[in-house]
């Protein structure tokens, strides 16, 4: 599993939420989360699910406020979860 | 496959999924268990009525839409009036976290009796994904023709779990076996 660097912006519409900023292929992208899913500035995100040259195409747990599910984002922009449990 | 109550309470005892703060027995019925409503919810203000939304605009952030749409309400023990013909946004109290291991998705549904007074609790928007970590955000509806009471703690939803087929790609290391990100 790996985990994706994010900056918080602040607050979600609601307490439980963080509102957090993503660096994209396409640029910053913003999306609210659950708060108590960070760690350390991360976000988890499971596995990549497609790559292409530098940039990996992960899945965010909920949309962002453009509607992307799916983002491509640099490599350099995961770094490994040693804490996920082993999945398939 | 949807899961019994049965079958819902071995995956909390086993940690493959959680619900917390965690249901009573009572909050169960036999395929479904009951979310409660948080008390703070999110009310469109009276001036944005008539005001037109473009989704497909360049540019478009819902979620700041929303928060300059709309101021937060906490919603007091004595209750809170849900006008008829009124969206409001509210949350579950419960936080519910799908993890992959589980192998489960799931649905938010509405209860019958708040249905059969007008209150719907989403807007075509019922699924949780696998792996879904967080509480719920509802769309409160009234769609009768009283006005509807809402309190903090009241049972405002069902949840319905069902099983997957197969590991979704995000929850799958194979095809990224050896990667190593820097």
Known sequence: ?88 | MILTDREIQKLLKEGLISIEPKPPLEAYDSTAVDLTLDPLIRVFRPGTAGLIIDPSAPGYKVTELIRGATDPQTITEQGWDLPRGTLVLAWTHERVDLNFEGKVAARVEGKSGLARIGLGVHVTAPTIHAGFPGTIQLELVNHGPMSIKLRPGMAICQLIIETIKGTPSKAHKSQFAGQRAR
């Open chain 1, 1 to 88: 599993m790996m985990l994706l660097k994010i900056k918080i912006l602040g607050e979600g519409l609601h307490p439980s939420e963080a509102f957090i900023s993503i660096e994209t292929k396409n640029g910053p992208e913003q999306v609210a989360v659950d708060a108590k899913s960070l760690r350390n500035g991360t976000l988890p995100i499971g596995w990549p699910v497609g790559k292409t040259a530098g940039f990996l195409l992960v899945e965010l747990p909920r949309p962002t406020v453009s509607g992307a599910r799916r983002v491509w984002v640099r490599k350099e922009e995961l770094v490994p979860d040693k804490t996920a449990r082993k999945t398939a």
